[in-house]
């Protein structure tokens, strides 16, 4: 297995100097010269952890199918994961430790468990698939699992929800489908109390922009963002209060940045947008976007990204976006991206699975791409941070869980032997990506090169 790690610049943590370093950092705390004489500041803090990006692999679950959903829950105490052998388990993961404490049978599934969620307590999960039903499981008890079928009356019998979500509150779920329609479940009335006609095609991903829940996001295959607010909302004539356009192919999955005002947009296309609410896209944007997903011909589900795709660097007249991430590969299924954590990065990062199975991580301010972590033999389609921790665990089609944390060797395979899925399944060798995108080779293995010179020289001579 390879790893291509990549680690920025000298972070500036607050300081003027222009070595932000956590030495340098060090230094200037123990001479009294921070910017507090205490402890370092929250913002030093998160500066200093922001550097160390995982770059060590081991494979911590292996199923018989491709797995399709992986996340971590709110205090990242529990691993949640689906996959198409119709099975959702729960991994603790306090404390570092990865170990499976509940295997549920998923019910009603068609094909796949396409997406799941964590209610905000922590007590609930839901997951959907090809069907009616929006299931909800009881995980709070340690006996019989209580599960409820969310009847969402379609009108569709070929249905799916892509995508659905709790509410802050935990009192509603809202959820995107096949149907171009979006729909909000309330669980205290225990009734459908939604349903939108919010899109032109599928809708593959919906999100709540912030804690308030009054606005929300949902985007799709006609490749636009929307932003919905439910105050004003008109169920019979349903008008978003603004629209992100600039992707030139369906978008697969939206991120809130949490603040009520940035989210990124990850596309078909092969970018990753970032978008500011303050700045909505003309009806000339909408065009554009509209031209361009017609004039494409290539489904991604099965054929390879066309060269005028992958190379294309053009911008659509009327896009708005604060930023453009390009480097990853969007394939076969919707592949998801999101913000780094808060409390470790400062949502410094953007990361994205990956279609050649890596994981891409981006600087969020510059656009370039920071790290590449290879260990997967086929898609990634999802990818959790750790909300606490230093480590990030990717969820595969090749059937594979694999967990990535952080170790400061210059050999990362040296303490992967414990993998319990063989040294095979671990981590190996370590090349650098630095801030500009340049990578940057280290030193073993610069070592290592110049050894095979000097054999090449003496065979030759």
């Known amino acids: 297995m390879d790893t291509l790690v990549g680690s920025s610049s000298p972070l500036k943590c607050g300081t003027t100097s222009l070595d932000g370093s956590t030495a340098y950092l060090l230094k200037q705390r123990e001479f009294g010269m921070c910017t507090n004489s205490g402890p370092f500041s929250i913002g030093q803090r998160i500066s200093i952890a922001a550097g160390f990006i995982p770059n060590r692999m081991k494979t911590v679950a292996a199923y018989g199918e491709k797995a399709f959903c992986g996340t971590f829950s709110k205090d990242g105490s529990v691993f949640l994961s689906s996959s198409q052998d119709d099975k959702i388990r729960l991994y603790n993961t306090s404390h570092g430790s990865f170990m499976e404490k509940r295997c549920i049978t998923a019910r009603d599934v068609g094909w796949s468990v396409l997406d799941t969620a964590f209610s905000p307590d922590g007590t609930c999960v839901i997951y ?15 006996g019989v699992e209580s599960h409820m079928a969310l009847d969402l009356s379609p009108l569709d019998r070929d249905f799916a929800i892509f995508s659905v979500t709790f509410s802050h509150d935990g009192k509603e779920i ?25 899109h032109e095609d599928d809708i593959n991903s919906v999100k709540f922009a912030d804690e308030s829940s009054h606005i929300l996001y949902s985007a799709g295959d006609d490749g636009v963002c929307k932003v919905w607010d439910r105050r004003i909302l008109d169920e019979e004539d349903p008008q978003p209060v603004g629209i992100f356009a600039g992707h030139s192919d369906g978008i697969t999955y939206i991120d809130s940045k949490g603040d009520g005002r940035y989210l990124i947009t990850n596309s078909k296309d092969q970018t990753i947008k970032l978008w500011d609410v303050r700045k909505f896209s003309s009806s ?19 054929m390879a990204v066309p060269k005028i795709v992958r190379n294309s660097r053009r911008k ?35 990361y994205t699975g990956c279609g050649t199975g890596a994981i891409i991580i981006y600087d969020v301010l510059s656009g370039n791409m920071v790290a590449k972590l290879i260990g997967h033999k086929a ?23 694999n967990q990535w944390d952080y170790q400061g060797s210059d050999n990362p395979q040296d303490s992967d032997s414990d993998s ?25 293995l610069k070592q290592q090169g110049q050894a095979r010179h000097k054999r090449h020289h003496a065979e030759e001579s």
């Open 174 to 198: 809202l959820g995107g489908a096949s149907d171009c329609y979006m729909y909000v479940f309330n669980r205290e009335r225990n009734q459908r109390t939604l349903m939108m006609d919010a």
């Open 379 to 401: 898609c990634v389609r999802d990818v959790s941070w750790h909300p606490t921790d230093v480590r990030i665990v990717s969820s595969s089609w090749d059937g594979h869980i």
């Open 316 to 350: 659509l007249k009327g896009d708005t976006s604060v930023m453009t991430y390009r480097g990853h590969s969007i394939t076969k299924t919707l592949i998801r991206c999101r913000f780094s954590p808060v409390h470790t990065t400062g949502q410094r990062y953007i």
């Open 284 to 302: 000339e944007g909408l065009e554009a976007t509209r031209r361009a997903i017609t004039n494409y011909r290539w489904d991604y589900r099965w």
């Open 420 to 444: 319990e899925y063989g040294p095979e399944q671990s981590g190996g060798r370590l090349v650098i990506i630095n801030v500009n995108g340049v990578r940057r080779r280290s030193k073993r």
């Open 128 to 142: 959907t698939s090809w069907s009616d039903f929006i299931h909800l499981v009881n995980i709070s008890s340690k």
